[in-house]
Structures are given as structure tokens and as C-alpha cells.
């Protein structure tokens, strides 16, 4: 087992332009969670899903991000029109769920850093 | 809504100095408490974690931290810290399904 991987690690896009980042999370695992992270702050909760069903978004997820997980295994998450305000670190992270509380532990990949200009 | 605090944005510490970074939470309803670390450049990586039974929990690498209810608190203490301590020290909360970080602490330790 790999971990959770991102990609790509760093993203530079002109404000206006849609990206797209990627999110694989340990293979056995069925929760997905998106975080976003700006410098000086702990990462704050976009979205997260439960195989492919996305089960809670935060009002933070404008109508300009959407998130998807087709297969329940891997995830992606679209900015449209990009804004400055839109730079900062995303982050993926997954769990497993079992019925046992330990289970819902998180393990994070390392981020994908996006800087609007 | 939950919300964590870390009232302590910067630690600077002598090594082999004993260091406490506190966390405070909103509420106490059925919590799971969590401390991840960030190294340079690196993802967070989960601490230790406070789920049930013994208040006092410890991770492999000598940090502690101990569950509080009645404080609302999980305040992550080492006796002696080395330079490979030097990172970003996460308190995180899940109540229900997610998971509510606070701003971090910086602990730098200092030869």
C-alpha cells in the first residue's frame, strides 16, 4: 500500500481557467474527505464521499468547485473560473469505516498547492 | 458547529526542554480527538488519537496528550524534545462526520 497520492503536487493557472486535481486513497478504504489549507491555517472541510455517494459539502464549496468519485475509488475536484482566492493547499485524505470507532481514522495525502495569478 | 483552538500560533523550545501545545474544543458531545503532524513540505501525518477508555494517550515518539472533558481540552505535552520534534502540531476534532481542525502550532526547537 502506497498511501494517498495527489496529483499534481503544484498547479500555477491564470485566474479564469478550470483545473482539476486528483485523489487516490488507500485502496481498501471507502470515505473520501477533501480539505482545503491556506498558509496559517488548519485545513478547513470541502466535501467528503462514502464509496461514490457524496454525502456532506461545506458552504465553503462554491458553485464553482464541484467534486466527483464515479468508481467510489479514485476522486477529483474541479475549480471553474478560478479566482486568487481560490490559491491554497488541497488536500485529500480517506478512511475506512467498520462500525469500529478507530476505523475512522485519517490518513492524507500530501496536497496538491494551487496558485492562481 | 465545532471549532478548535490552538491558542499558541508559535512554540519556540530548548532541546531536551519539556513542551506543552494546547487545544481547546467547542463541544463535548460524543468527540473523537486527534493530533496530526506536519513536517516541511510533507502531508499530516495522525499523532496519537483519544477514541474511548484511558484519558491519557500516548504516541511511539514520546509525545502525550490527555482527554479532559470537564476543560473541554487535549493539550499534547513531551517531556524532552529533540530537533527532529521541529513541525506544525495539528488538534483535530470529529463529531459526526467531520472533522474540524484548528490553526496549528509551530513547535521550534531550538539547539
Known amino acids: 500500500d502506497t498511501g494517498v497520492s495527489q496529483d499534481p503536487r503544484h498547479k500555477i493557472t491564470k485566474r479564469g481557467q478550470n483545473v482539476t486535481f486528483r485523489c487516490d486513497p488507500i485502496?481498501?478504504?471507502?470515505?473520501l474527505y477533501w480539505y482545503r489549507q491556506t498558509l496559517g491555517q488548519g485545513p478547513e472541510f470541502l466535501t467528503y464521499?462514502?464509496?461514490?455517494?457524496?454525502?456532506?459539502k461545506s458552504r465553503l464549496l462554491s458553485d464553482r468547485f464541484s467534486a466527483e468519485r464515479p468508481k467510489g475509488s479514485f476522486s477529483t475536484l474541479e475549480i471553474q473560473r478560478t479566482e486568487q482566492g481560490d490559491s491554497a493547499m488541497y488536500l485529500c485524505?480517506?478512511?475506512?469505516?467498520?462500525?469500529?470507532?478507530?476505523?475512522?481514522?485519517?490518513?492524507f495525502g500530501p496536497g496538491t498547492r494551487l496558485t492562481v495569478t | 458547529a465545532q471549532s478548535v483552538t490552538q491558542l499558541d500560533s508559535q512554540v519556540p523550545v530548548f532541546e531536551e526542554a519539556p513542551v506543552e501545545l494546547r487545544c481547546n474544543y467547542s463541544?463535548?458531545?460524543?468527540?473523537?480527538l486527534f493530533w496530526y503532524v506536519q513536517y516541511p513540505n510533507q502531508g499530516l501525518q495522525l499523532l496519537l488519537k483519544?477514541?474511548?477508555?484511558?484519558?491519557l494517550v500516548k504516541s511511539i515518539n514520546g509525545f502525550e496528550a490527555e482527554f479532559n472533558k470537564s476543560q473541554t481540552s487535549f493539550h499534547l505535552r513531551k517531556p524532552s524534545v529533540h530537533i527532529s520534534d521541529t513541525a506544525e502540531y495539528f488538534c483535530?476534532?470529529?463529531?459526526?462526520?467531520?472533522?474540524?481542525f484548528g490553526t496549528g502550532t509551530s513547535l521550534t526547537v531550538i539547539p
Open positions: 483535530a476534532v470529529r463529531t459526526g462526520n467531520q472533522f474540524y
Open positions: 485524505a480517506s478512511s475506512q469505516t467498520s462500525g469500529r470507532p478507530h476505523s475512522y481514522e485519517q490518513y
Open positions: 464521499f462514502q464509496n461514490e455517494a457524496q454525502l456532506e
Open positions: 463541544s463535548s458531545v460524543s468527540v473523537y
Open positions: 485502496s481498501e478504504h471507502n470515505r
Open positions: 483519544y477514541l474511548s477508555g484511558s484519558t
